[in-house]
């Protein structure tokens, strides 16, 4: 019996990458081509198969029907190829986990600990991102409002707000309702989300107050300025509990949500994660049920 021709396996593979990335450029850099040899990838598979597999445009690249149709037995058989191939030693014992600086630093760093000694066969890697290698991370914090296709997902928390100062900020506690922060130093006074939190605490906050100022991008270092007694700051109490307890920093109004979207946990392909993710996803989901148990959340 003769057997079906295949096309081109790195055309294929090539396919594979740009239907999770949906970007030429990451998934070249995945793969180490350019974007040109990439979108020649792709002609040669669409060109072979008689079909369009992508609609492309100057700001987007998006599956066609037909597209979407290949694209997840295609990454389904990837990642059984991955599996297959992977060092035996790799896949039972080791784990690589990526996270944005302020989660990795503030909130899971802090706990990794607790669970390398509940599996201590597992050496565990936690790289910070855009660390080199955080791509090829076996599973990976990330805030989103939706996850890439071709990726599996667990919902962890949703990120609140709140404005945080330390005690030297206001010695004399006379900051007792969110309108007497409007005039008093904030950190990126100027961006939105103070005016989101003013406006869900029923506060005016007037155009003159939304001053130009130091930004940051990532909350550690935010917080090092409200730590320092300089400014209020916008912070995420889930990250900073342990300052919250120690009386490091103040937090005397709620917290809300100022963003859309949530944190996930993710790993490639949608077939049953390897045993260290597995194992780590059971044990991050029990952290932040404690967690909220502990919070009231």
Known sequence: ?????????????VFEAVARHLNFTRAGEELGMSQSAVSYQMRVL??????????????AVRLTAEGRRLAAPTQEAFDILRATYAP????????TVSAPASLAIQWLAPRLGLFQLGHPDLALRLLTDPAEGADDADAALRFAEDVRPGTASVPLFVPDFAPMWAPAFDPEGRIRHPGDLVDLPRLAAGDPAWTRWFDTQGVACPAGTLRPGVTFDAQPAEAAEALAGRAA????PRLFRADIAAGRLRQPFPAVPLHPG????????RAAPPRPVRLFRDWLLAQVAEEDRFSGG
């Open 1 to 13: 019996m003769m057997m079906e021709r295949l096309p081109p396996l790195a055309a294929v593979r």
């Open 46 to 59: 669409e060109e072979r198969i008689g079909t369009r597999l992508l609609d492309r445009s100057p700001r």
């Open 88 to 95: 035996a030693r790799h896949k039972a014992r080791s784990l």
């Open 233 to 236: 700051v916008l912070l995420t």
């Open 262 to 269: 949530r944190v996930w946990l993710v790993h490639r392909g």
